[in-house]
């Protein structure tokens, strides 16, 4: 189970941290990944980490942020937003997958085991 939270109204150049907890898994074994679902339109991939952290791969509409970081510890992985921008108005979904590596494959929605509920993120202008 996966469990989003972290999500609200900014002003565009704002920041929010997201954060995603897991339970019943063993985290550091599922590599994470971030999306987002404007109203209207395809949920998109955002972010991937891969399992413990040291890698890290972004659309380019986020690349230099948003920054993904986990703590295993914790069964948690985060996602800074910086610098936001009201086009990064959206509902915010974390996802988990198996596996160690992070590459292409992980920005397809297709990719992940499971999904949190979702978290909201309204950027105004």
């Known amino acids: 189970q996966l469990q989003a939270s972290g999500g609200g109204s900014v002003q565009a150049g704002g920041s929010l941290r997201l954060s995603c907890v897991a339970s019943?898994?063993?985290?550091?074994?599922?590599?994470m990944g971030w999306f987002r679902q404007a109203p209207g339109k395809e949920r998109e991939f955002v972010a991937a980490?891969?399992?413990?952290?040291?890698?890290?791969y972004y659309t380019d509409s986020v690349e230099g942020r948003f920054s993904s970081s986990r703590d295993n510890a914790k069964n948690t992985v985060y996602l800074q937003m910086n610098s936001l921008k009201p086009e990064d108005t959206a509902v915010y979904y974390c996802?988990?997958?198996?596996?160690?590596?992070?590459?292409?494959?992980?920005?397809?929605?297709?990719?992940?085991?499971?999904w949190g509920q979702g978290t909201l993120v309204t950027v105004s202008s």
């Open positions: 996802a988990a997958r198996r596996d160690s590596g992070i590459g292409f494959l992980h920005a397809q929605k297709f990719a992940y085991d499971s």
């Open positions: 019943g898994r063993t985290f550091s074994s599922y590599s």
């Open positions: 980490i891969n399992w413990n952290g040291g890698s890290t």
